[in-house]
């Protein structure tokens, strides 16, 4: 290793917070029934029309799949009504954060992202070389715009936002958003990351909507892997503002990156918008009960339009999550300088978001 000529930039990265594996805490904790409450999957599964497509005959392993999703792109084109050259699919909406990178940053490139941070928005573009600068939340737990507007204005090559923003919860409203794409000086790339767009209500605003015809290069991001239950197929998606920008992301990506089984998958999931709705509506209602009995307990919690909260807990949070997983509960403990005290706990099943809160309500009467 010593003499290899590795990537310096690579071997400096901070590392991805992941969460914990099943089976390790099924051994910490003793308990087979692990609450898996850190990876914001849906509790919910998926719809019965992408298992009967996955057990479908048509699917065919052993023939290399569409390296152009060129049926998934077309369903998607139609869904969104934007032409589906503009479409690029990734292995998750993570692959298309690393091709956005490597297309867009050369070393020295200048990045803005928020803190705290979803890790690949920052990850990612280092890996390149590029220097990230990060906005920090406000006290009240929601985006700092004129701050972000700022940073925005002094013309970094990209911004990557995520809205509603993981970890914390709130989506930017219609006049915020319009306030940041005002401050967009041509020359940046504006990401807008919805991975949880699905989640969020009227309130906040359709950014591809928005960004379509700002005259800003933009690329929205989307996923399966949250409201339509596919994180273990792994199917993301960039809309990007042209399809001279999407052919440069795809060129960035692998080829053969979205394999046979997640195409069938998420095309059936397209198709029964009808069941991620209702999945939709249901943790909505999870999520009021869970921050209502969240704030009851004493703690400050993040206004939320996905499928978690973020609240501090009012001390160091690893201890908190180690205490809960010894209970066979897994959260994820915000590492991040600064907000070390902040948890987030995905929305799940209702019997594992009882045992969350009353696990917490057993550490307040300790
Ligand atoms: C903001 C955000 N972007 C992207 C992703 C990646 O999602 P996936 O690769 O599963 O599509 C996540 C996953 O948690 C996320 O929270």
Redesign the pocket.
Known sequence: MASLAINPNVAALPPYNAGMNVAVARSISGRDDIARLAS?ENPDGCSPAVLAALASPTLEPWRYADPACTALRAALGRKLAVDPETIVVGN???EM?AAISRAALLPGASVVTVVPS?G?HEIEPLAQGAAVAKVAMTDDLGFDIAALEGAIAAGPNLVFL?SPW?PVGPALDAASLERLLTAIRPGTLFVL?E?YFEFADGSSPDGLEMLRGSGVAYIV?R?F?KAYGL?GL?V?YAVCSDAALARLVAAAKTPFNVNAAAQAAAIAALGDEAWMQASVARLREKRIRVAAALERLGFKVAPSQTNFLFFDCGTDSSAVAAALLKEGIIVKAWREKGYERYLRVTIGSSGDNDRLIRALEGMARR
């Open positions: 914001n998750g909406s993570e954060i979803f690949l995520s993981n990351d991975a991001l996923t892997s994180a792994r993301g």
